[in-house]
């Protein structure tokens, strides 16, 4: 149906998960790499106190910044522990496209972004699955209410689907303390569509 679904597994001591997010093709990510995977595993394998092993390609970039970023998470939550990563280094990724977008969840703060911004920005993705409380028929209307804001602001839509709550939230019952590596999770899991996505 012109979509592209990526999954991973993710096992942890006593448990595993699969990981997925759906994106319209012409957008998402059809190589092998496993960089937005990783950036959902780090915090993951963290808070449980585990080591992680990746087994897929990963940025160079991003396994560079990866203890930076674990110095960070740790500092943020003591209680977190930095986990050694084996990850091997991937190829370059597929192109990325030459635009910036911003998600658009239809809030105050996503929609004053996108309309305070809306010369430089070209894309607007709605992610659907980070408000677990809404269900099928909500989140579609969500999107759909969402779609005709971007086009108001004359942004091209891209509608994302994502389970990442599934794993994070018992982990990291509060989302605030997950939004971050959930939206990286979806900004890099559509790479064709800006090489900068924002959020304020």
Do not use: K
């Not at 059809?30 to 394998?45: E, H, I, K, R």
């Not at 430089?120 to 677990?132: C, I, Q, R």
Request: net charge negative.
């Amino acid at each position: 149906d012109g979509q592209v679904e990526r999954r991973a597994s993710i096992r942890w001591d006593g448990g595993e998960g699969e990981l997925r997010s759906v994106a319209p093709e012409a957008w998402a990510d059809t190589t092998d790499d496993a960089t937005a995977f990783l950036a959902v595993a780090v915090p993951l394998a963290m808070r449980r106190g585990e080591d992680l092993e990746v087994r897929g390609p990963v940025s160079p970039r991003f396994l560079g910044a990866l203890e930076t970023l674990q110095e960070c998470y740790r500092q943020w939550s003591p209680g977190m522990r930095v986990a050694t990563v084996v990850a091997a280094p991937g190829d370059a990724r597929a192109a990325v496209g030459d635009g910036r977008g911003v998600f658009l969840s239809r809030g105050v703060d996503s929609l004053f972004a996108a309309a305070r911004d809306g010369d430089g920005l070209t894309a607007a993705v709605h992610v659907v699955g980070l408000e677990p409380r809404h269900d099928a028929r909500v989140s579609d209307r969500e999107a759909e209410l969402a779609g005709r804001a971007a086009a108001d602001l004359g942004l091209m839509s891209v509608r994302v689907r994502t389970n990442v709550r599934e794993l994070s939230d018992p982990v990291f019952p509060n989302w605030e303390d997950f939004v971050a590596p959930g939206l990286a999770f979806c900004a890099v899991s559509e790479p064709s569509v800006p090489t900068t996505i924002e959020r304020n």
